[in-house]
């Protein structure tokens, strides 16, 4: 079935420093990629995405890569600040339309 | 952002009770969602809905049953509750191509 590997499980960087996560899908068919941030105690929150055909979108501090051929799609974090602390999810929307699968989380720790 | 409002926020309960766990939107949104979330596996779709009385699997589905009787709610009902549905569920609607997903309800199975 569809899948989405999400690595690392766990990341600690300083404050100031760039963090990564990366994720891999198996469904050649998904299109759409966003990627949620969860606040301890709160839902998870649409922070960015990108769409099959664009490679790089940019927001302020956060930026998304997608490589379709290696089908895979990472979330790059600049100048960390503690408040990027948080749980990270990607997901992406395969064959069948508005059914998302999830990854399994990073846990970003951004340390002072 | 649409309204979701997720109900109890939180619920403790005994193995071999039903259970049933509501979700309501203000925004007449088509698509809903429940999404369970567990520290080894993230958040993980258990069903999902796609108008009134159209409903599908999701990668979690057994125990659970779901039922849209109204644009407006969708309920989750655990048909009879065992510890391993002790979780945090999580409502979501799709708004604008992306989810927006509600607070939760955490579950307890005792």
């Known amino acids: 079935g569809e899948n989405v590997e999400q690595h690392p499980s766990t990341l600690s960087v300083q404050e100031g420093d760039s963090a990564v996560i990366k994720c891999t899908y198996s469904d050649s068919a998904s299109n759409y990629f966003p990627w949620y941030k969860q606040e301890l105690g709160k839902g998870p929150q649409l922070i960015i995405d990108i769409r099959s055909n664009v490679g790089e979108k940019k927001d302020q501090r956060i930026a998304v890569t997608l490589n379709k051929t290696a089908k895979h799609f990472s979330l790059h974090i600049t100048e960390t600040q503690p408040e990027d602390s948080a749980v990270y999810f990607c997901a992406a929307m395969g064959r069948v339309v508005n059914k998302y699968i999830f990854g399994t989380g990073t846990r970003l720790k951004v340390l002072a | 952002d649409a309204g979701i409002t997720q109900s109890p926020r939180h619920k403790v309960t005994e193995t071999g009770t039903p259970v049933t766990l509501r979700c309501h939107q203000t925004?007449?949104?088509?698509?809903m969602y429940w999404y369970r979330q567990d520290p080894e596996h993230g958040l993980r779709l258990i069903h999902y809905s796609y108008g009134v009385k159209d409903t599908d699997k999701g990668e979690v589905s057994d125990g659970y049953s779901v039922s849209r009787s109204k644009t407006e709610d969708f309920l989750l009902t655990l048909e009879s509750a065992t510890s391993s549905q002790t979780s945090v569920y999580f409502c979501?609607?799709?708004?604008?191509?992306?989810?927006?997903f509600g607070s939760g309800t955490r579950l307890t199975v005792v």
């Open positions: 925004e007449n949104h088509r698509y």
């Open positions: 979501a609607i799709s708004e604008s191509g992306h989810l927006t």
